[in-house]
Nanobody, 125 residues
Framework: VQLQASGGGLVQAGGSLRLSCTAS????????MGWFRQAAGKEREFVAG????????AYADSVKGRFTMSRNNAKNTVYLQMDSLKPEDTAIYYC???????????????????WGQGTQVTVSS
């Protein structure tokens, strides 16, 4: 299984980026996909997730209204559209995949079956 994340970069505060994560080696439509991030010196945190069965989407409070997650099962790819970026969004962003479906606070648990290699997002003030 491989999760290849891309789309990170350097952007000014208020700008936008779109992250992509393309999966291979798994039955993509049967996997709940997610995004986590880890800033320097901080713990890894949940950002967004989407269940495989119904497309239910969850977001961390810190990104609600600014980030939008979507998936294209035909392309085995999930996206994270990040708008109105803030310096505190600076982190390495990781894509995840899991056969489980998540509800409520379960999204925040940091255990997932598969993790991608991460892509750096830097937001300058």
């Amino acid at each position: 299984v491989q999760l290849q994340a891309s789309g990170g970069g350097l952007v000014q505060a208020g700008g936008s980026l779109r992250l992509s994560c393309t999966a291979s080696g798994l039955a993509f439509s049967r996997y709940s996909m997610g995004w986590f991030r880890q800033a320097a010196g901080k713990e890894r945190e949940f950002v967004a997730g989407m269940n495989w069965s119904c497309g239910l989407t969850a977001y961390a409070d810190s990104v609600k209204g600014r980030f939008t997650m979507s998936r294209n099962n035909a392309k085995n790819t999930v996206y994270l559209q990040m708008d109105s970026l803030k310096p505190e969004d600076t982190a390495i962003y990781y894509c995840t995949a899991d056969t489980r479906r998540f509800v409520g606070s379960a999204w925040n648990t940091g255990v997932r079956e598969y993790w991608g290699q991460g892509t750096q997002v830097t937001v300058s003030s």
